[in-house]
């Protein structure tokens, strides 16, 4: 068992370094069209596993305890959205094709901010797959391994694209190949981090995963809308984007459901 936590927490991981390696084959950045794409298709994965893997369980699994369904999906929705907010007002960073740096004024060079914008992005992600996989161990949430497993391997196959987006702009910035790829291999490191801590703490709080999956579901919906909508949207007006957001968000829906 303890072996499949661990596969389950790297899987993600692996899926953004990966992706990050793509700098020591690729000979030119990706074009701003390809990144609207792979923000939209990471935009459709993030929204579908918050509903099917995070919001339905918590209020499956409240039903069960005879309390009103939606009350803890809603209040952990609104902690997770206040607690990425809270993040994003502490933590300076700069988003992929911005001049301008969110956060405290600092003298970090930007491709440090731009790789701390990825990493804010991760947080919550690591979190979603570490709660999900606390309320497989606990054995008596409804959640079952194969919900817990499509919800890593749709993280991480959105994280591959990630990983190349954060390599790549670094290498045209001018860094080596090797720095530009550890900075994608960083930023995902925050996920297995944040997936571990909360099942250290979420299995001592079973009577509260509810609370702890609507708190993910929100944290990773205000990623998307805070950030990745935007970014898709900007520029010249394009479907391929809208598309892709399409693509994510049934891929994740078709893995949880087959899976689950």
Known sequence: MISKVLLGVLIPFIGTTLGAANVFFMKENI????????????????????????????????????????????????IGMGFLMFLDHVIPHLHLNSEEAEGPHTKLQKTTMMVLAVTLHNIPEGMAVGVVLAGWLSGNTGITMGGAFALAIGIAIQNYPEGAIISMPLYSEGKTKGYSFLGGFLSGLVEPIGAVVTILLSSVMVPVLPYLLGFAAGAMIYVVVEELIPEMASGEHSHFAVVMFAVGFTLMMALDTALG
């Open 31 to 78: 074009s701003l069209k390809t990144e609207r794409m792979l923000q939209g298709f990471a935009a459709g994965v993030m929204i579908a596993a918050s509903v099917w893997s995070l919001i339905i369980p918590a209020m499956e699994q409240e039903v069960e305890m005879g309390h009103l369904a939606f009350i803890p999906a809603t209040v952990g929705i609104w």
